[in-house]
């Protein structure tokens, strides 16, 4: 039995690893102990809009409007986000639904119908004991293609360092397809080829930062032994979940 499996992982993820590289006391956290953070608005935000640009890019007769994919988006993040206390984001996040699903699919329409939508993909770097999984938002066949869909509040000039390490593996796992990034604000949008050289260069890295995970977790078997190491700063993002940042408290005692 790996490491891994011994805590309990039994596959990896960009997300899982990028988690290590930016804050591993989190990481621990999430991963072997299995301590999961609450949703908030964004997230179900860019569900939801991913979910409005899918069905109008898939509709099997094209007969399907952009003002019904954005109705069909805001019920599916009104029922997600029922539960949510905070009022006056929510409400914003519904409204800028709008811009978000309008501006996707005019981002979107130029590839056409995409072949499948959210496939499962997978990978085995060597000297990996698990699989790395992940999933692509849109693929198309003649020319092959792979894209991610990303909504964000600001537009970036480029792709984004940690999505090029997502796009990494994405190229790994889909080595004769183009990896693009679509990034849609309410107001624009814009799309960015990921460069294979560049990427073949992150694979690399990710050999070593999941050797290191490896390392980490063959300290012990015992995670939170593993949890007397740490004594975190709190200063990354992850923290800013306060599920996460109380169970953290509880659990390093800082």
Known sequence: MSAFEAHGIRHLSYSSIDMFRTDPAAWLLRYPMKIKGGSNVNMWRGIAA????EQYLTDEFAVLSV???????????????????????RDKAREDLVGYVTNGIEAM???GKPNATQTRLSLRLDGCPVEIMG?????YTNPNLSIDLKTTGRLPSAIMDNHKRQG??????RPDYDIKFCYVTPKKFAVYDLDKDEAAEILEEYKVTVKKMETFLSLSNDARELASIFAPSYSSFY???P?????AKRIFGV
């Open 50 to 53: 991913e979910f409005g640009v």
């Open 67 to 89: 003002e019904e994919a954005i109705e069909l988006a805001v019920k599916r993040f009104s029922r997600d986000t029922a539960l949510l206390t905070n009022g006056g984001d």
């Open 109 to 111: 329409k130029p590839f």
């Open 135 to 139: 999933f692509d938002d849109f693929s």
């Open 168 to 173: 990494a593996l994405y190229q790994a796992m």
């Open 239 to 241: 923290w800013n979940d």
């Open 243 to 247: 599920i996460m940042r109380s169970e």
